[in-house]
């Protein structure tokens, strides 16, 4: 395994656990202000990232291994755990977005939360180009895995951006409730695809 690359790898997983630590806990804390769902699944989605990146952390941070195979063992709980807090937050997320359009519980605008929706924009498809590019040439699965999450965060993004954007500006109280499902239907998703992963590892 090449050195700088390997290094490389191990500074990229340490500046995602640690943004995604303090976006997630803007997020929550803007959510809980301004009653957003979708700011809160976006903040429970961020450290569910951050869980990523610490994988990666660690995985990078040890240059050897007893074996092969112990790494391969870990590594498959590390991965089943991940899809796991997928579904537990994907259901969270939906069971709070159907109930505040079901009571037609609206929001307040949240400019704090388009803010973060930007400023995540602009450093999650770097973030991702980085670790793909970097995962690619050390034949990493796991770390390309890794950049996919990133890529979904930056969706997300979208997501948040949209809902919190026609709440803010057009006072559309169902907007917030509805991003908050689509941010649930992609954590839902990556649970999917992320436990598929766990089956395709050869332990």
Partial sequence: MSAPLHRKALLLSYFTVGYNLIEGLVSVLAGVLARSTALLGFGF????????GGIMVWRFGKREWASEAEEMKVEKKAIRLVAVTF????????????????????????????????????????LFWMKYKTGKSLESRSL?????QTLACM?????????????????????????????AGYLLREGYETWQEEKLCSC
């Fill in 45 to 52: 989605d961020s450290f569910v990232e951050s869980l990523s």
């Fill in 87 to 126: 579904f537990i937050l994907g259901a969270y997320v939906i069971f709070e977005s159907g109930r505040k359009l079901y009571l037609k519980e609206a929001a307040e605008p949240s400019l704090f939360g388009i803010i973060i929706a930007i400023i995540s924009l602009i450093v999650m498809p770097v």
């Fill in 155 to 183: 969706l997300l993004s979208v997501a948040l951006l949209i809902g919190l954007g026609l709440n803010y500006f057009f006072h559309l109280w169902w907007a917030d409730p509805l991003a908050g499902i689509l941010i």
């Fill in 144 to 148: 390309v895995a890794d950049s996919k």
